[in-house]
Structure formats: C-alpha cells, structure tokens
C-alpha cells in the first residue's frame, strides 16, 4: 500500500485544506462542546476520503468483473442466437 495515491488524491488534499478553514472557524468560538463537533464533522470528512481511496482499487476490480460478465453474457446470448 502506497501513501503517494493518498497523498495525490484531489479529495484528501481538499479534506487536509480544510482544517485551514475548521481552524478559522474555531480560532473564535468560545471554548465549548460545539468546537468539538466541528473538528469532528472535519475529521469524518478526511476519514470518509482516505477510505474512499483505499476502495478506489476494490471498485475498479469490481468495474471490471461486471463489465467482463456482461461481454461474457453477449456472447452466449450471439452463441445461441447462431446454434438456432
């Protein structure tokens, strides 16, 4: 597993760039239950993208078993249609 997809990847940068913007935010909220709920919804953000590209591969395999399948499936269908 290489971090260079983790790092390159458009969606984890933007969630890594958006701690700037959680942190202006927070920088002048009173020091309260609500400042925690902000870094959190920030931090499932940057969860939820690091996940999506560590599925990004499971997805494009399975892409391609569907798309195998369905070429499979044409060509018993044509095979058929011949035999008649």
Do not use: C
Not at 5 to 27: D, E, F, H, P, S
Not at 44 to 66: F, P
């Amino acid at each position: 597993m290489s971090i260079g997809k983790y790092l390159t990847n458009i969606g984890v940068i933007g969630a890594l760039l958006g701690a700037l913007g959680t942190m202006r935010q927070t920088q002048e909220m009173p020091r309260d239950w609500r400042r925690f709920v902000i870094w959190g919804v920030w931090a499932a953000g940057l969860t939820l993208a690091i996940a999506g590209v560590a599925k990004q591969q499971d997805d494009e395999l399975r892409e391609a078993q569907i798309k195998e399948a369905q070429q499979q499936a044409k060509a018993e269908k044509k095979a058929a249609k011949r035999a008649r």
